[in-house]
């Protein structure tokens, strides 16, 4: 259909752009090599039917590359055999949570947790058309998170899996 084909290639235009005017690769633009990890959210949150639970699963897997990156920012990515995740651990809470994709078993993990305010107040389709909200509720998952010592991204994962069944 034309509206997918046009999701297509505004990623598509995306990319590249970020390869040829940032001189860059995506995996460390995305994940702060432009300094600014609201704006490539953003950037994938416009994107026509990505939205903000979508931008925040594609960051989420992008920062999982990064781990094993060496972060040098060229336009191929360069692998390193040991994950580092440090580059993460620096990012403001408020950052880190635009690498957590809230859906309904995330959601559903969260509150289980104990974890409320907007994770509480409202469901999870509600959470997710609304970038503030997704946002919102993805922080308070980070702040409880790090109280936790858990890495936000893998606790996302492991709700996920755990809700799905897929990880029993």
């Avoid at 460390?28 to 931008?55: E, M, R």
């Avoid at 993990?109 to 305010?117: D, F, H, P, T, V």
């Avoid at 509480?120 to 609304?130: C, E």
Wanted: net charge positive; charged share 25%; hydrophobic share 35%.
């Amino acid at each position: 259909p034309l509206d997918r084909k046009q999701t297509w290639k505004q990623a598509i235009a995306l990319s590249d752009s970020i390869s040829e005017k940032h001189c860059t690769n995506p995996v460390d633009w995305f994940t702060g090599g432009n300094s600014n990890v609201s704006q490539g959210w953003q950037s994938l949150d416009d994107i026509k039917y990505i939205g903000p639970k979508i931008a925040s699963w594609l960051l989420r897997d992008l920062s999982l590359m990064r781990d094993y990156s060496d972060g040098s920012g060229g336009r191929a990515l360069r692998l390193q055999p040991k994950a580092n995740r440090s580059w993460y651990w620096k990012l403001p809470e408020e950052c880190q949570a635009l690498f957590v994709p809230v859906d309904a078993r995330v959601h559903d993990g969260a509150k289980w947790c104990g974890i409320g305010g907007v994770l509480k107040r409202y469901g999870t389709n509600k959470i997710q058309l609304d970038p503030d909200l997704h946002v919102e509720a993805a922080t308070q998952i980070v702040r409880w998170a790090r109280k936790n010592a858990y890495d936000p991204r893998d606790l996302d994962i492991y709700w996920y899996l755990m809700g799905s069944g897929k990880g029993k």
